[in-house]
T-cell receptor
Framework: GQSLEQPSEVTAVEGAIVQINCTYQTSGFYGLSWYQQHDGGAPTFLSY????GLEETGRFSSFLSRSDSYGYLLLQELQMKDSASYFC??????????????FGKGTKLSVIP | GAVVSQHPSWVICKSGTSVKIECRSLDFQATTMFWYRQFPKQSLMLMATSNEGSKATYEQGVEKDKFLINHASLTLSTLTVTSAHPEDSSFYIC????????????FGPGTRLTVT
């Protein structure tokens, strides 16, 4: 099975940088994804890392270390609209030629003026 | 591109009735769709994986006779909550992946079910 750990809440100031960490345990690991979810809305895809290293997409970057079973999401130049829940999710092999996504419990990010 | 829709967005039903939720991929074909359930302030929990033309694969603890899934075409999967009870009240979200093994999941907007 899969399990993921991430902080439950983070607060940061507008314009600052925040890092949300995620550690995981899984069998048949394929990759690590990050999703953003605003209250009442559906998750939206942010990033996917299959290989070690940093992937940058605008203000958001995501990092993966497969040997450490660890990744993080880095948000720069924080804006008020970034206040949301952020989920790390692991793609793992679920048997019978299938794979599935398992979500962490989410980190609620509050951006304050 | 890669838009997923769900219908209805919100449904209120009486205990004991059945509710059908539709999930459609609007501009792509989805051989695999996933159904999740999310309770307030909690994470998304995978309920089942729906493959076009075959039986859905249910996660442990999910009653297949209660949550009926039909993936009749490459653009439509339906989830029917049978004999709904108040504890089934939740946010149900579907997602789909592009054919070809993409690891990006496209989520529908979700359906909020309230059972009275």
């Amino acid at each position: 099975g899969q399990s993921l750990e991430q902080p439950s809440e983070v607060t940061a100031v507008e314009g600052a940088i925040v890092q949300i960490n995620c550690t995981y345990q899984t069998s048949g690991f394929y990759g690590l994804s990050w999703y953003q979810q605003h209250d009442g809305g559906a998750p939206t895809f942010l990033s996917y890392n299959a290989l070690d290293g940093l992937e940058e997409t605008g203000r958001f970057s995501s990092f993966l270390s497969r040997s450490d079973s660890y990744g993080y999401l880095l948000l720069q130049e924080l804006q008020m609209k970034d206040s949301a829940s952020y989920f790390c999710a692991v793609w793992g092999y679920s048997g019978a030629g299938s794979y599935q996504l398992t979500f962490g419990k989410g980190t609620k990010l509050s951006v304050i003026p | 591109g890669a838009v997923v829709s769900q219908h209805p967005s919100w449904v209120i039903c009486k205990s004991g009735t059945s509710v059908k939720i539709e999930c459609r991929s609007l501009d792509f074909q989805a051989t695999t769709m996933f159904w999740y359930r999310q309770f307030p302030k909690q994470s998304l929990m995978l309920m089942a994986t729906s493959n076009e033309g075959s039986k859905a694969t249910y996660e442990q603890g999910v009653e297949k006779d209660k949550f009926l899934i039909n993936h009749a075409s490459l653009t439509l999967s339906t989830l029917t909550v049978t004999s709904a009870h108040p504890e089934d009240s939740s946010f149900y979200i579907c997602s789909a992946t592009l054919a070809g093994g993409s690891h990006e999941q496209y989520f529908g907007p979700g359906t909020r079910l309230t059972v009275t």
